[in-house]
């Protein structure tokens, strides 16, 4: 190549990216078609509220139940009035469970379907890269994730989770009843990524704080297919296995557990991650009985019988077992889902009090000042999993949290923590950064 | 949008020069492309490095990485080399795993807070601002054209080129084509490591989901579906299946499916890719 042709080529390219900036030419993927509804006379203009949810990838099963419910609570939202006498819209997009999907469609939302806000990331590691970009985009982005992220601090003052208590105020909730009721000496299995690292790390607190011990900390990466060797590492002085698994192997993963440790096991406590969206009655499981789970949530009727529970269960099409109404054997993942529900809700509470009408700078910051100003969620159909305490400050959302004992392969509650019991010294103040 | 199709095409133009230009396959390109975002990301969260700095050893990491893979990895060829580099990125994967204290693992981290902004000429530039992403991106995957453009043309490109055709016979003329494949590699690697870097500065966020086969395998399908062996395939390629990407999953949750059957008619109808058809068919002067 020579000096001229280098020069012609440099030329070349920086004529095209230039006129390209000059000229806004900046291709979209195609025409907005639900975003194309002009306000007209007599029906005002939808709030249009992007739904970035895990359709494929390992996420799938969350997000099924996710757009489910996020789908039954726009509905009651619509059938309400919608909110601030606007109709409710959805705008769903795939992100496969994928962080780098996870930025585009956050983008997709923000730019082509301008939304006027994004809700309902479940994995952590989506969230997380998707986070930097709601705020640079500077849109209100509402995780419904459990992670430690949001209110750890380290995302920014766009990224909410009030529909949802986080790991480590569900584990903190729960580990006096695990050291005082099954045992001291505890060992973990978590997967390898952030969220069994919130759960390693403020379970080992809690149980140092209490005077127990961790004996030893078994993660397992995400993409595991098989198990057993893992458990072949858990101490024989282990009183407690303390398990949480995601993702698709975990039916493998408590078939293996019950294989390899058969009726010498220890006492078993798993956070229903481990089972989400798997039938207890699955062969292979007969094992759990007595053993114990936490649930955000409670997946069979009775657990936690109240009428904005019931109301809530037969909006969303759950039987009483925690399966479809439809498909009884397609499981919930009813621990976890609710929380889109209750995000909605609170989006619904902080446009109406704060008047937000425009995704513009100065409509979004008194909603987000609105929302940072909140104290309490009060219990009903907007909050049927209980009443919550937000945290402005954190931008998280405290509630109560349920263990369960498997009795006749079905879960029974056999425990109830306060809100108080899940609290813990804020380690960030969102409210201190600029908007 | 742009900004990620013009990085990602740089990646996937640092592929070609080992695919399409020298006729080695490999399904561990994700190693380089990581090592890239790595060295940048942990520099910059750790020790607070400036952009330009990070970016140098984001980009030193992969080329470096490069030369121990290539050593070993160059003494294989066709099916073994794809198995060997698939196995070393797999390797690295699972170390960004299992040092998770220090990558923090599958979740990843954020460099917003840490990341100071690019200062040029007396004046900052914060990658938060999108039309700095933009021409960030635009000269990054600029300067990735015009070196393989240079490449190509010069004689070592031709000498890469004879090593695809016929390497023995290269081999019979007097060239050490284990050099000139090793060369190939670094340059293939820095390029990736440039694109996984300068990703890590534009979108603020590095994890190890970046590392894992699948990401091999993208620069594999963009390279492909633009046409392996010519200039502007990676870019066609990489911004037609990000746009199939997004246009389909409008129309339905099963968009993967329709991406699997563009690709197989690729292969039925477009064997040498988009450009490479149009070469063969249209335009011979096609680069």
Known sequence: MSRREAIKAAAALVGAGVAGRVAGAVPLASTPRAAAQPATAGARKALRVGFQVHRTGIGAVYGRWYERTATAAANLINEMGGIAGRPVQLVAEDDGTDPKRGVEVVEKLAVHHKVDFIFGTLFSHVVIASAPRAGELKIPYFAVSEGYHVPSGKLNRYCFQPGITDVRSQVTAVAPWIVNTLGKKVTMIFPDYAFGYDHRDFLGRAVARLRG???????????????????????????????????????????????????????????????????????????????????AFPRYAGGYPTPYERFYRERVGVNDAGASVQDPGDVATYSHMFGCWETLFVIKQAVEQSGYRDPTPRDYRALIETLESFQWFNEGIQHPQGPKKFVGQIHQSFGQQFISKVENRRLKVVHRTRIEDSLYQPEADYTRQPL | MLARIMLLAAYAIGYNVLLGYTGLMSLGHALFFAAGMYGTGLSVYYWGFPPAPALAVGIAASVLLAAAVGWIALRTAGVSFLIVTMMFAQAFYLATLYFNTITMGEQ????????????????????????????????????????????????????????????????????????????????????????????????????????????????????????????????????????????????????????????????????????????SRVWPWLP
């Not at chain 2, 000498?159 to 084509?177: D, F, H, K, Q, S």
């Open chain 2, 108 to 279: 990843g981290f954020v460099l917003s807070a840490q990341l100071a902004p690019l200062r040029l000429g007396g004046r900052d530039f914060a990658f938060s601002d999108p039309v700095v992403k933009y021409n960030a991106a635009f000269v990054v995957f600029a300067l990735c054209l015009v070196l393989t453009v240079w490449l190509t043309r010069s004689p070592i490109g031709r000498i890469l080129v004879a090593v695809r055709e016929n390497e023995g016979r290269t081999r019979l003329l007097g060239y050490n084509t284990f050099n000139y494949k090793l060369l190939a590699l670094l340059i293939s690697a820095g390029i990736s490591g440039a694109a996984g870097a300068t990703y890590t500065l534009v979108f603020a966020y590095v994890g190890s989901s970046f590392a894992s086969i699948l990401y091999s395998i993208y620069p594999l399908l963009w390279t492909l579906l633009g046409g392996a062996g010519t200039t502007l395939g990676p870019l066609v390629g990489t911004a037609a299946m990000t746009y199939v990407v997004d246009i389909a999953s409008e129309l339905t949750s099963s968009y993967l499916l329709v991406v699997g059957a563009a690709l197989v008619a690729l292969v039925v109808w477009f064997p040498a890719g988009a450009m490479g058809h149009l070469r």
């Open chain 1, 213 to 295: 011990t961790i004996r030893a900390l078994l993660p397992i990466p995400p993409a595991e297919t098989s198990f057993t060797k893992y458990f072949a590492r858990v101490p024989a002085d282990t009183e407690v296995l303390y398990h949480v698994m995601v993702g698709p192997g975990v039916l493998t993963f408590v078939k293996q557990l019950g294989e390899h440790f058969g009726a010498r096991k220890p006492n078993l406590f798993g956070f229903i991650d481990s089972l989400e969206g798997v039938d207890f009655a699955s062969p292979g499981l007969e094992f759990l009985d007595g053993t114990y789970f936490w649930e």
